[in-house]
Each structure stands twice: as C-alpha cells, then as structure tokens.
C-alpha cells in the first residue's frame, strides 16, 4: 500500500463525508456540486440561497488551500485549451443529462445505495478510464 | 433561514479542504486514478470510500426525519436506471478522462484560478445552459427499465 498518497485520500474523503452528511442532517439538502450548479443556473425558486452559499464556501476553502497547502491545487493544465473546452462542455451538459457527478451519485447516491446512482457511478468511472486510454493512444505515447 | 444558510456555507467550506487534502484537486492524480491499465494509482479509491463510510450511517439513521435546521429528509432515493442516465454518466465521464476534473474541484480550483481551470468552468457552466435549453421533448427518452 502507498500510504504516503492513501492516508490524504482517506482523511479528505471522510471530510467530504462530514460535509455532505452533515448538509443532509442540518437542511435535508444533497451536496451534489452538479445539482447546486445547475441548480443556480436555473434560479430555481427557493434554492438559490443554500446553494449560493455552498458554492461560495467551495470558492473560499480554494482560497484557502491556495494559502495553506498551495501544492495541492493543480498548476498545469493537463491537456491544450481547445480540450479543455470541449471537456468543460461534456462535463457541464454530461452532469445535468444524467443528473449527478462524482459528489451527487458517487457519494450521496451510493451512501443511499440507490441502485440508478451505482449504475450512474460505475458508468462515469468505466467510460472515464476508456477515454484515458483513447487519449494515450491518440497521444501516440 | 439564516442559519440553514450558515450550515451551508461551513459545509460547502469542509468540502472544499476534503478535496484538496484528498487529491481530487490534482487531474494528473485523477487520471492516475482512471488509467486502470496503465500505472492505476488506486488511492484516490479511498475518497469515494471515506465519504460513503460516513455519509451511509448518517442516511439510515436520518431519513424521513426532522432535518436539524430546516425540512424533512426524503424517506428513500430514485431507484429508476434510464437510458438519459447511461447517456449522461457516459458525456460526463469522456469529459472527466479528458480533463481529470469534475464539478467540485472545478469549482474548487478558482480559489486560485489558472486560465486552464477558468476556461474549463466557464465551458462546464455553459454545457450546464446548454443543458437547460435544449428543449425538454428532445430529451425526454423511453425508459429502458422500470
């Protein structure tokens, strides 16, 4: 086991945990980051507030890790700005279509054991590693 | 009304250093995570992991009840596997591989904004509008099980 990179892993997944379950227990809420996105893109009535509010404490514990642990916020882009559009695009409209991301179905679904998240999560994960593997080839690395 | 908007504000902030302290703010790690027949750097296995550990207990002591600040917690989640969700997770996941970046640490990585991170939420937030206008007849697909 590499634990120099599984510890981390481990400790700022139960943070995400304590974050979206207390979410759950304090205002019935689910953090899903695509849901609360879309959410305020579609001023839905009455949830605007709340998600307002959790976006902004997203942007501010950026700032704060830009503060306190700066090597943990990405430098370098991993691919050419034209892809970076293309997957911002694929993201965004992805997310909203199948409605939920890594936070929505991956934790919060899954930690309902709602079988549609399971399905959403297992098929986020596969079809992502396909497109890595495309994307070497393509690479021609 | 305040203080549901307080809860949301210090949770939102908790997710954010979960993040950050985890790797998920690191494409080159998430797509270490992904390369599953390359050099998988399975680590990241254990966010997901951590996070469902705690939430899971948290969902089965709470649902149908009071929430502590404001509503009432749903008493089950949506069980129906559609052919807009395989889709969706599909478009999602091609553009995860390409950019190792998902919605929160999109989001996240604006706290100190590089014009990679910048034009990809700008472009995610645009997919989500485009989302939004399509009209709903042209997505609306058949159910393939229910």
């Known amino acids: 086991m590499d634990w120099d990179r599984v510890w981390p892993a481990l400790v700022g997944g139960l943070m995400i945990g304590v974050a979206s379950a207390g979410l759950l227990a304090l205002t019935a809420k689910t953090a899903g980051i695509s849901g ?13 507030g709340w998600k307002s509010m959790f976006v902004l404490g997203l942007i501010a514990g950026g700032v704060g890790l830009a503060i306190f642990m700066p090597e943990q916020l990405a430098t370098e882009s991993l691919r050419p700005l034209p892809l970076m559009i293309v997957a911002g695009l694929l993201v965004g409209y992805g997310t909203r279509f199948g409605g939920g991301c890594t ?6 679904g899954i930690g309902r054991m709602s079988k549609r998240s399971i399905f959403g999560t297992i098929t986020f994960i596969a079809v992502g590693a396909l497109t890595v593997i495309v994307a070497r080839i393509l690479e021609g690395a | 009304m305040m203080r549901k908007h307080i809860a949301a504000l210090l949770c939102g902030l908790l997710f954010a250093f979960g993040l950050g302290v985890s790797g998920m703010t690191l494409p080159t790690r998430v797509v270490g995570f992904l390369d599953f027949f390359g050099h998988w750097d399975y680590s990241l296995m254990f966010v997901m992991g951590g996070a469902i550990a705690v ?21 089950g989640a949506r069980k129906d596997v559609d052919a807009k969700l395989f889709i969706g997770a599909s478009i999602f996941g091609i553009g995860w591989g390409l950019a190792g970046v998902c919605p929160g640490p999109g989001i996240v990585l ?11 939420v700008a472009a995610m937030l645009g997919g989500m509008l485009l989302h939004q206008l399509t009209p709903r007849k042209c997505i609306t697909l058949p159910a393939a099980s229910s």
């Open chain 1, 103 to 108: 936070s929505g179905h991956g934790v919060c």
């Open chain 1, 36 to 48: 609360i996105l879309g959410g305020i893109l579609e001023r839905e009535k009455g949830e605007i």
């Open chain 2, 55 to 75: 939430y899971l207990p948290v969902w089965y002591v709470m649902k149908c009840r009071k929430s502590l600040l404001a509503g009432n917690l749903p008493c």
């Open chain 2, 110 to 120: 604006l706290g100190r904004p590089t014009v990679s991170t910048a034009v990809f």
